[in-house]
């Protein structure tokens, strides 16, 4: 089986394009993190990492290896909206997942249900659809932050009887 850096390598090819070091690192530094990362965090991780000191890796060289990372499948791009931009996570050698994103602290949950799968085939075959994939996102608020809203709720209540 072909490594990860193989497979891009092969990816950038069939585009006409070369696996520069910068490149190859890049995609080292997203596949060893295991959180949902902003192009901004992987550029300062980069940044911040000895290994990688002598290649000069810009901004603009991350972001745009990472659309090549997501357009290839090799990473996959999640919208938080809500000014809180783009996450990338990859995707290679991940059990499929869907997400729950906090609108109030931006933490994310990967969750997997295989009934809420099984249902999702259901429709795309009635539909006589072929998927290629797909993507759930559920927005909202986490456990953490909805008891915080409610404690603050309740407080605002006993203030507003005195």
């Known amino acids: 089986m072909k490594s990860f850096l193989e497979r891009f390598e092969a990816f950038l090819h069939g585009k006409g394009l070369r696996l520069t070091n910068q490149r190859a690192e890049i995609l080292r ?3 060893r993190t295991h959180r949902h ?6 550029y300062e991780m980069i940044r911040d ?5 002598d290649l000069r890796i810009s ?3 991350v972001y745009r290896t ?3 990372l997501a357009e290839g499948g090799f990473v996959e791009a999640l919208d938080l909206g809500r000014d809180q931009g783009v996450r990338y996570e990859h995707s290679l050698g991940h059990e499929h997942h869907d997400h729950m994103v906090c609108n109030d602290c931006g933490k994310i949950i990967e969750f997997h249900d295989p ?3 099984r249902v ?5 075959a009635r539909h006589g659809f072929v998927a290629s994939s797909h993507q759930l996102n559920v927005y909202g608020s986490c456990a953490q932050c909805s008891r915080r809203e409610r404690k603050k709720g309740a407080s605002e209540s006993d203030g507003a009887e005195a």
């Not at 990362?37 to 992987?42: F, S």
């Not at 999702?120 to 795309?124: A, S, Y």
């Open 29 to 31: 530094a997203i596949y």
């Open 37 to 42: 990362v902003t192009a901004e965090q992987l």
């Open 49 to 53: 990492d000895a290994r990688t000191k």
């Open 59 to 61: 901004r603009a060289t």
């Open 66 to 68: 990472l659309g090549l």
């Open 115 to 117: 009934d809420l799968e």
């Open 120 to 124: 999702q085939d259901e429709v795309v």
